[in-house]
């Protein structure tokens, strides 16, 4: 797309030339809510991937090209006594659920593509910011089941969800039992929505057809979704094969088990010569070289290979977006899901930002950091923007994107920042 069409595109948000370059925000800065336009709908052919800032968790929705709609995570950790120095306060505010929010946001989103429901919900994890807690919280019960409101279930109750998809269905047993109140809560949560005619698979480790455009998949060849990998296994680069990363559990100490973490899904989705990843909260940690095929993020970033977008693993945390990793995507745009005051941590953020790794301008965006990291972390400065709900619009076709941070203070959907337009790279 040429300049002149792209900011045609954003004539739509009410955003004037004049106040945009490449990789210049619109105006005001990061951190403040800038009265602007409302963001403009999606239309069929664009590709829009919303990272929502909730301040509690992960939570990613996407409307594909043909109004199929992917919502990966929707976290909603507590934030309890003694954790609120460490952990942001629910956004836009505390009147709600995190799940709720979540819910509120993707409502208009879906009316756009006249759909009602989410198509797919992948959960990378099981983890409270990632599905959803239930401890030390006052969470009512569904009308639907016996389980509480949180996270995942929240989406379910308030805009439905069509088929679930994890790492671990149906057994939830690897590499030990799943068994704390959150994952419990969850699997009651997936019993109910399978007996009322909803659908759950786990993840297919290399196939590129569990994911899948439902509408136009014909009109739209250029999209497609790559399992990369979960629960250690990885796509080999060849048709659907996998191999394991993970030595056999009978070779392992108990203690040495795989983390929830490393175990976490990820995938690939191209569109054109757009390119993303997501892979949960993939670590390189390895134990100080212990445990060399603990460091899980490097291999599936090799068998991603270079995107345009990718989301920072483990909210940009010590033991995850490793110079490997981030060499391996070499990305346009990294995206950081934080809510923690070490979120990102220096070593993750200097990695993302390295020349040394990969030379070209990249731009690094966060969706709710703590005001005492933009303090500690100080390339912060050098981020687009440390807080808003950062989406991603590729436009028709793949061949250009935009990338738009909206206020996460409020529910109007304003644009502050724009950025772009990026040309995909072949």
């Known amino acids: 797309m040429s300049r002149r069409g792209f900011m045609g595109t954003l004539g739509a948000l009410a955003v004037t030339s004049d106040s945009l370059a490449s990789s210049t925000p619109v105006t005001g800065s990061s951190s403040a809510a800038v009265p602007g336009a409302s963001m403009s709908p999606w239309t069929p052919g664009t590709l829009d991937i919303h990272h929502i ?13 043909d109004g199929t709609s992917i919502m990966i995570d929707a976290g909603a950790n507590s934030r309890t006594a003694g954790t609120e120095k460490f952990v942001i306060q629910t956004l836009p505010n505390e009147s709600r659920r995190p799940g709720e929010w979540i819910s509120r946001y993707v409502q208009p989103l879906l009316a756009s593509a006249r759909r009602d429901s989410v198509d797919y919900f992948l959960l990378t994890h099981l983890h409270d910011d990632h599905m959803g807690g239930v401890t030390g919280l006052d969470l009512p019960r569904s009308v639907k089941g016996d389980y509480l409101l949180t996270g995942v279930t929240d989406v379910a109750e308030h805009i439905g969800i069509r088929k679930i998809i994890d790492r671990a269905y149906p057994s939830y047993s690897y590499p030990s039992a799943l068994d704390t109140p959150s994952q419990r809560n969850y699997r009651a949560f997936l019993r109910e929505h399978l007996a009322s005619g909803g659908a759950a698979e786990q993840f297919l480790v290399g196939s590129s057809s569990q994911i899948r455009l439902l509408r136009e998949a014909q009109r739209y060849s250029s999209f497609g979704v790559r399992n990369l990998a979960a629960n250690g296994r990885i796509w080999t680069g060849r048709a659907a094969d996998t191999s394991s990363l993970f030595p056999q559990l009978d070779q392992l100490p108990p203690e040495d088990y795989p983390t929830e973490n490393k175990c976490s899904l990820a995938i690939r989705l191209d569109y054109g010569a757009f390119s993303y990843f997501s892979g949960g909260d993939l670590e390189c940690d390895t134990s100080y070289g212990r445990l060399p095929w603990t460091d899980v993020e490097t291999p599936v970033a090799r068998a991603c290979g270079q995107v345009e977008v990718a989301v920072a693993g483990h909210h940009g945390y010590f033991n995850a977006c490793g110079p ?8 346009r745009a990294f995206v950081i899901s934080a809510w923690d005051s070490a979120h990102p941590t220096i070593p993750a953020l200097e990695n993302m930002l390295s020349q040394a790794l990969y030379p070209g301008e990249r731009d690094v965006f966060a969706t709710a950091m703590k005001a005492e990291n933009r303090i500690v972390t100080r390339r912060v400065s050098e981020m687009k923007s440390d807080s808003g709900h950062v989406v991603v619009r590729v436009f ?4 250009s994107f935009g990338i738009f941070v909206l206020d996460n203070t409020n ?3 304003h644009v502050m ?6 040309a995909c790279r072949t």
């Open 417 to 422: 920042r724009a950025f772009g337009p990026y």
């Open 411 to 413: 529910e109007s959907f």
């Open 324 to 331: 490997q990793w981030v060499r391996a995507l070499r990305a």
């Open 53 to 65: 800032s909730t301040g509690r968790g992960n939570c990613a929705f996407l409307l594909c090209p």
């Open 396 to 399: 028709e076709g793949g061949a």
